[in-house]
Structure formats: structure tokens, C-alpha cells
């Protein structure tokens, strides 16, 4: 099934957001992640069509953001912030802690395909550092003991009380 098939009535809302058609291409493919964890080259090309752009030029734009995958991606997908701020509060540390629970290092999945580590830029939480966003979730002020609790909390159930809100796209500033 195509993104247009699955997601038309979603698609035409996002499209309504901006006048230059192009400007909805990081929606758009933050959208085709949604299916399966990361970007395939057939929603790359559809994405492409749907904005009048190359397949090229989208794939540059996808490339680009660590935040968008082209491979697939375990389950609960933790990045954690290796940028400054949260590098003088312990983000090594961090990945260090993940990997002796995980056995995984960034670029790494767990064999049974529940956990993927990756270490990315700025996450927009430098106050609240160290921090990481699994899938659409912020985890900030990170310790050990909170990072126990995550992971086991995550494979357990699923979901864990301990993040800070999800990832939001800001709204574009409407015209009228
Ligand atoms: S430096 Fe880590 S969120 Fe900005």
C-alpha cells in the first residue's frame, strides 16, 4: 500500500500547511517513518511525486537528519544527545550504561530487534542534560537508576512513566 493510499487524509493536511509545496517534505517523510521505523526508497520516490521534487533532492533532505532512518530500526529507537551540553554532563556516560545493559553500541540493534543505540546531535533539551529521545519520547536528567528503569520498564510494558513529553513538530505560522 502507498503513503497516499494509507495516509491521504493526513497527507492533504500537511500539504494545506504551506504554500510552497516543498516546504512539507520533513513532514512528509517524518510521516513515512512512521511506517516500519525508517524511510523506504519506494516512499522516498512517492514523496518525490507528491511535491513535484527528484527522487534526489529527497533523498539528500532524508539524509541529512539524523532524526530520519533509512534503515530499520529496533523497536524503541534510543538516540542519545552527544552535542555539548549534554557532553559535559555525561552523554559518554550514558551510552556507556546503555551498552552494558543493551551489549549494544551506537549503530547497534539488540539480536531480538527490541532496542536500537544511536548517538545524534542536539536534541533541543540542553538544559536538562543528559538526555535521550526514544521514539517520540524525551528522557532528561538521566542517571543510572533512570536508565534501568527505562530500558526494563520499555521491555516490559511497553511504555515508561518516566519520560518528559513527546516529540512535537512545531506548528507553522498560518497566513490570515
Ligand atoms: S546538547 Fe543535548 S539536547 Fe542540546
Sequence with gaps: MTLSEKYGTEIAEILSRYPVKRSALIPLLYLAQREGGYITEAAMIEIAGILKLTPPQVYETATFYTMLNLKPVGTFHI???????????GSDTV?????????????????DGLFTLTAVECLAACGTGPMMQINDDYYERLTEEKVDRI??????TGSCALKTGPFMWPEPARNG
Design 151 to 156: 530500558l526494563a520498564d520499555l521491555k516490559s
Design 95 to 111: 551510552i556507556g550504561w546503555i551498552k552494558a545493559k543493551l551489549g549494544i553500541g551506537p549503530g547497534e540493534t539488540t539480536a
Design 79 to 89: 538516540q542519545v544527545c552527544k552535542s555539548l551540553m549534554c557532553a559535559l554532563v
